[in-house]
């Protein structure tokens, strides 16, 4: 028998390096991406904008019609709903003030029966708790200001994301040919119809990803309703879709769309613990939202494992918060889609697939 460190090492050092070039282009892709989200993330949300509306401006033209008005109308499309969607946001937030002088009522008295209960219980009185309160303002302005700016600053990258989203979208469609071919001109001529099977379900993944978002929405509209119906919420059904859509736009959606159910059970009830009912149905349908019912759904659709699609989420928010969470699905459906057809990215296929295979005619 021949002692083991006689034998030759033979394909451990290229394993090694193999792993390390395979880490090495791991950390660089992340580091280009966390540095580059201001342009990658609107870019990328105009390319699947664009392999949305792909279909509808080719039916256009078939119809007659020409490209750019095709595309204009697309955008257009694109822009009511965006619209309808901010208009939502707007009668939630209008609602709202409409009922913040009661509410503001009921807060003050939930505050004084907290005092009260503080006192009488705690030993700590009116006066400690003002003096505690005056103080904790104080030491907190300079972090409230912080937020403050933290939160102009996502504000004002939203407002750039909106207004830069449409121009991109617009211009891919119109110079979709020739991007294409640039594709094609990239590879070697043998792999062109790869590369254009590979668009081609691209644009499919997409349309199937929207879908699968589409019941995401379905789901958790449902769920909030009858969350706030149990509970005994005024209106539910109609809180409860404004909330699923709302959650469209990323935190500060759910916030604004949870402010009037929250005011009106205080209001209604004369009661803290409808408000915090409300509270507990919302966060209780976004956790199952984020890792059970948006991996099913639109996992699902996409054909790709449920394992892959929290961990693409998980990174997602960590590289782009929520904008990650949402792009980063459809990113590893076109992974999966480019190493089916890469024979020395098979095993990346299997590991990145559902694990259900067709199986082959005989």
Known sequence: ???????????????????????????????????????????????????????????????????????????????????????????????????????????????????????????????????????????????????????????????????????????????????????????????????????????SAYYNFIKGMALVYLIVGLLNSIGLAIIGIPHPFVFGFIASILTFIPYIGIMISSLLPIAISWITFNSIWYPLGVILVFSIVQILEAYVIFPFAVGSRLKINTLVIILMITAGGILWGASGMILFIPFISIIKLIAERTESLKTLSLLLGDGIHKKEKP
Request: proline residues 3%.
């Open 1 to 203: 028998m021949i002692p083991i460190s006689k034998i030759p090492n033979t394909g451990s050092t290229s394993w090694k390096f193999s792993t390390t070039k395979i880490l090495q282009s791991v950390v660089l892709v992340c580091v280009i991406l966390y540095f580059g989200k201001t342009l990658f993330i609107p870019l990328s949300f105009s390319l699947l904008i664009s392999f949305i509306l792909y279909p509808v401006c080719k039916w256009m033209e078939h119809k007659g019609m020409s490209q750019t008005i095709a595309i204009l109308i697309a955008i257009f499309m694109v822009l009511f709903i965006s619209s309808g969607i901010l208009y939502l946001l707007f009668l939630q937030i209008n609602e709202f003030l409409t009922e913040w002088e009661p509410f503001k009522i009921k807060l003050l008295e939930a505050l004084a029966q907290v005092s009260v209960y503080t006192s009488e219980h705690f030993g700590i009185t009116t006066e400690e708790q003002t003096i505690f309160f005056k103080n904790a303002i104080n030491n907190s302005g300079s972090e409230t200001f912080s937020a403050f700016k933290t939160i102009l600053y996502s504000l004002s990258g939203y407002a750039f994301f909106i207004l830069i989203i449409p121009v991109f979208s617009a211009l891919i469609l119109y110079h979709r040919s020739m991007l294409a071919e640039v594709l094609y001109q990239i590879f070697p001529s043998d792999k062109k119809e790869t590369v254009h099977e590979v668009l081609v379900e691209t644009i």
